[in-house]
């Protein structure tokens, strides 16, 4: 070891405390106010302690041990001629001179410590592979790479770096050098290819080192830290930080790809670019101009570009600072670098200029109070901590301002590049570096969550957004464009290019009486005990209609329907049609309550029902017509299609679905609606109904589907007797002894059926769809694996899109993290927005709007719900085009494909029946002795579990109250036959 690196040991310390203050002295900078905590002192402590950064990255270290998170690799670059001797040779003089080279970490009872070694083993090795030629050589050199910057390190071993030499050619050298994060940060690069190039030249000439001995050493630094921290002015600064993250902190979720493992695994990627000269260029002339610097313009874009991912107006990222405002410490190899987090409301909307000084006060401010360490600032924010998050911020900002490196090291040309070894410790860093012309950087980011192609198209809407910044800076942030205008084309155009080129004004019932026209003799209804041909069909359809229409019922009124699954429902609704009117089906199993909400609500004149169903309807609300009593005849007069003129934008149905204000909302849907999805349904499914299995309740829009699709198409609808849809033996038993090919229901009805059924009961099964709820992977992979043959599709859409929106024919997507719920049918345009209306790019969540021919009226006298959820479409040129407003969060897939990705409020689907908490709760508050009332859902073994978990809940409340107030409302609601706590049909739920 060279005798000037001796000087920096240890046994000089106290010589150069003296030195150090004389030389002080002399600048005038060591008088009577000279502070300790102002002036760093050689320690001499026998056992440093760790740095503050030190001592957690020490301890994440105990808990994840052996992950390459924290080892940087450096790719120096030397091209030219490279005396491989001298290399080594200055090398070992640096790490002779800085400790923190030679230091590793021990502990004594859990304290960890620093050991500074005065003579470790360095190994260098050196490889030759310049002999070998293009591909294996580079292949080689590969190898080499990996392992050197994969391979962890312990830190009670030193040094906690690894260096190598490789001859690439005769003038072609790599020097590999890889570090442990506690011994290093990016500024360490710096000195290191400064001090190494200067030592490096004098060795080339036969002179030793020419740098002066250090004056202080890491250690020093951290003892130094470790005083201060405690020092009364460091309360101060901390209070800065727990005011300036005080409040609820957001949780930035981006688009992940994939779902976020439970544990932070640190896999991680680089994704390298650089920004166009002319670009960087009017990037440098705005910030020039509008005072602030280049680093704050970046942020500021970056910020509105995590804003738009994730809807947030208030945005945290963090920022590395090099800490090192010490002249003293500008010169140390040594892990200084602290993180900033840097919090910005976007809120109201400014405009760049106004976000960038948002963004200066924000970083200014942080970097006044950057001393204090980033985690003792975690300590006392005290954010809520869940292992698969980073604390306070999830992503990163780092500009790089280090000092210039070198671009020669003797004869050879220097060039550095940083090796990716496949690991990051946040979600995402953006890297950003200055250098001369263009600006260029790299995105660091998470495998787990994010693709390549993701990182790829973020890049495009961050340079998006640059442009569009620059070129208007005095426009609102919310104006900013943030997609390409290819991608806008995609998204509003591309994708929603459905348009079927038919347009009838076709009402549904006439497709049903052309069936019955053409092959009156086919089957149409079938259930246990009865048959009905198309022609039976439409004659007792037509006798019912006529009926109404002698009773007094216009055309264009509503007319409730009362019945029980047995061949007259479909009779009834065909009746009500023809009769001009839109069928309001109520189920009989419904509570007496809601029963008669449903009745006033409505305002309907007649009810068509059952003598055997007459007491549990509220007669005295409407006037019922039994079926059963309206005598059939084939009286040429009463058995003919009535001739009723039906304008196609009459309403056909009417039916109830849960409204948060406490009352359920009837959805109202025109021929026009349900023709239109009844044949884009025909459009789609390449198999015509034989045999349709109807399972749901007809006051279900599922039901719909069934209905239509199967009588307009000329097969026969089955129904199941009541509760079949519950009772899955008894379904497979109908499958099997009736030859169903269709079936439509929830997915867990599915999966039920399939692990119920041996493989020959389901034979004549050909299409399943199901829809609704979520399909979950596990049943994709139990259909395929049962049903390999049958076509299995994910249907969504809500009521007010009448039945279907957007349809996916599932295939082989057994290993996919989740099945889409695919694109829009004909004729229906879908685009996913963010709250300010604008299309949101692929991969990020927004809500999803629906648009086109299957977007209903609205709700029934409910003017102000129905302008709250359609809106005009802005991005359909006709001028009556409408958009529903669906409360579903979602986003696209590269290929325009949708995944669901939840509800934007507490709407909750209990066995496919779409319930509104808030129904509930409203229900609940009305009561006495409820001033407040939250409900949730939640999947119960039974009652006792229940129970406990209510409990669990209300803890220290006072659970005799809350169970006496239960029991009330509870005895009442049975009184009145269900009500507040059955918003769920009986049936159903
Ligand atoms: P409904 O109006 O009863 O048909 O319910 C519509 C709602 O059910 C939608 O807004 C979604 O929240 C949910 N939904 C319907 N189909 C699906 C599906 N395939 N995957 C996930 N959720 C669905
Ligand atoms: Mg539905």
């Not at 604008?838 to 009226?857: M, T, W």
Request: hydrophobic share 40%; aromatic share 8%.
């Amino acid at each position: 070891m060279a005798s000037e690196a001796q000087d920096s040991g240890s046994g000089a310390s106290a010589d150069r405390t003296r030195l150090l203050r004389l030389a002080l002295e002399k600048k005038g900078l060591l008088g009577g106010a000279a502070r300790d905590d102002k002036l760093i002192l050689p320690c001499n402590a026998a056992s440093p302690p760790l740095s503050s950064a030190q001592l957690r990255l020490w301890f994440l270290e105990q808990l994840s041990g052996g992950s390459a998170a924290y080892v940087f690799s450096n790719r120096i670059e030397l091209r030219g001629g490279v005396d491989v001797d001298c290399l080594e040779l200055a090398f070992r003089d640096l790490v002779g001179r800085h400790e923190v080279m030679r230091t590793c970490y021990s502990q004594r009872d859990g304290v960890p410590y620093q050991v500074v070694i005065d003579e470790p083993e360095v190994d260098m090795p050196i490889f030759d592979l310049s002999g070998i030629d293009g591909e294996n050589r580079d292949r080689e050199y590969r190898a080499i790479e990996r392992r050197e910057s994969s391979e962890p390190f312990d830190l009670d071993q030193a040094p906690l770096f690894r260096a190598c030499i490789v001859k690439m050619a005769p003038e072609h050298f790599v020097f590999l050098l890889t570090l442990h994060h506690i011994v290093y940060d990016g500024w360490s690069l710096a000195v290191i290819c400064s001090e190494l190039k200067a030592i490096y030249e004098a060795r080339c000439r036969g002179r030793p080192s020419p740098l002066p001995p250090l004056e202080i050493q890491y250690a020093d630094f951290a003892s130094w830290q470790r005083r201060r921290l405690q020092s009364e002015a460091m309360q101060h600064e901390l209070e800065y930080w727990r005011r300036a993250l005080g409040g609820h902190l957001p949780v930035l979720e981006l688009n992940n790809d994939l779902p976020r493992p439970e544990l932070q695994s640190y896999n991680g990627s680089l994704f390298r670019f650089r920004l166009p000269l002319e670009l960087s260029e009017s990037l440098r002339q705005f910030s020039h101009r509008h005072d602030c610097t280049l680093s704050m313009l970046l942020l500021s874009a970056f910020k509105i570009l995590l804003s738009r991912y994730t809807g947030e107006t208030d945005i945290i990222v963090g920022m590395p600072v090099a800490n090192r405002n010490h002249a003293q410490l500008e010169g140390l190899i040594g892990f200084f670098v602290n993180t900033l987090a840097v919090r910005t409301s976007l809120e109201r909307d400014p405009t760049v200029v106004e976000l960038v000084s948002r963004v200066r006060r924000s970083s200014s401010e942080a970097y006044i109070h950057q001393d204090i360490p980033f985690d003792q600032v975690v300590d006392v924010v005290q954010p809520s901590r869940d292992l698969g998050h980073n604390p306070i911020f999830q992503v990163m900002f780092a500009f790089q301002n280090t000092p210039a490196l070198p671009t020669v090291l003797g004869d050879a040309e220097m060039h550095l590049e940083i090796v990716d070894n496949d690991t990051s410790v946040f979600d995402l860093t953006l890297n950003i570096h200055d250098g001369a012309g263009e600006l260029d950087g790299y995105f660091e980011y998470c495998t787990d969550l994010f693709r390549p192609d993701t990182i790829a198209r973020m890049l495009g809407h961050y340079r998006t957004l640059l442009r569009n910044m620059v070129a208007a800076p005095h426009a609102g942030i919310g104006e900013l464009q943030l997609l390409t205008d290819e991608e806008y084309r995609q998204l509003v155009y591309t994708w929603n290019d459905t348009d079927s080129g038919s347009s009838s004004d076709d009402c549904i019932h006439h497709l049903i009486e052309a069936q019955a026209d053409r092959r009156p003799e086919a089957l149409a209804i079938e259930n246990t005990d009865e048959r009905l041909t198309y022609a039976d069909l439409n004659r007792r359809a037509n006798r019912i209609a006529h009926h109404l229409l002698a009773s007094g019922n216009v055309p264009g009124t509503l007319v409730a329907l009362f019945l029980d699954r047995s061949c007259d429902l479909p009779v009834a609704i065909l009746a009500a049609l023809k009769a001009g009117s839109a069928y309001l089906p109520i189920d009989p199993s419904y509570p007496r309550d809601r029963v008669a909400f449903i009745l006033r609500d409505s305002g309907v004149d007649s009810v068509l029902t059952h003598t055997g169903l007459l007491d549990r309807l509220p007669t005295d609300l409407v006037e019922p017509i039994c079926l059963d009593r309206v005598a059939d005849t084939s009286d040429d007069r009463v058995s003919s299609n009535p001739a009723v003129e039906v304008d196609p934008d009459r309403l056909a149905y009417v039916i109830y679905t849960s409204g948060s204000t406490g009352e359920p909302k009837g959805v109202m849907v025109s021929h026009r609606n349900l023709v239109h999805s009844t044949r884009a349904r025909m459009h789609y499914y390449p198999e015509p109904v034989g045999c349709f299995l109807l399972l749901s309740s007809y006051a279900f829009d599922s039901s719909v589907a069934g209905i239509f699709w199967t009588l307009c198409q000329g097969g026969t609808l089955h129904l199941p007797p009541q509760d079949t849809e519950r009772d899955a033996q008894q379904i497979v038993a109908t499958i099997a002894e009736s030859g169903v090919t269709h079936l439509l229901c929830l997915p867990s009805v599915h999966g039920l059926i399939l692990a119920l059924a041996r493989a020959e009961q389901l034979a004549s099964l050909r299409t399943v769809i199901v829809a609704g709820e979520s399909c979950s992977v596990e049943l994709v992979i139990q259909h395929r694996a049962r049903l390999p043959d049958v076509k299995l599709y994910n249907e969504y859409g809500p009521t007010e899109g009448t039945v279907w929106s957007t349809v996916y024919e599932i295939r082989d997507e057994t290993h996919w993290p989740q099945i889409p719920i695919g694109r829009p049918v004909s004729d229906v345009r879908t685009y996913i927005l963010d709250d300010l209306l604008r299309p949101l790019p692929v991969g990020v969540i927004g809500e999803l709007y629906i648009g086109g021919a299957g977007i209903a009226r609205g709700y029934l006298e409910r003017e102000d719900l129905t302008t709250q959820r359609f809106l005009t479409d802005p991005y359909c040129d006709r001028p009556d085009a409408r958009l529903y407003r669906t409360g579903d969060r979602a986003k696209f897939l590269p290929d325009g494909n949708i995944l669901f990705c939840g509800r934007r409020d507490h709407q909750v689907k209990i066995r496919g029946y779409r319930i509104e908490l808030g129904e509930i709760e409203a229900v609940l508050r009305r009561h006495d002795g409820i001033d407040e009332a939250v409900v949730v859902a939640r999947e119960i073994e039974s009652s006792e579990d229940f129970g406990d978990w209510l409990v669990n809940r209300i803890g220290g409340h006072d659970l005799a109250a809350v169970t006496e107030i239960l029991a009330q409302i509870e005895s009442e609601d049975s009184r009145s036959g269900g009500g507040a706590a059955a918003a769920v049909p009986e049936s159903e739920a």
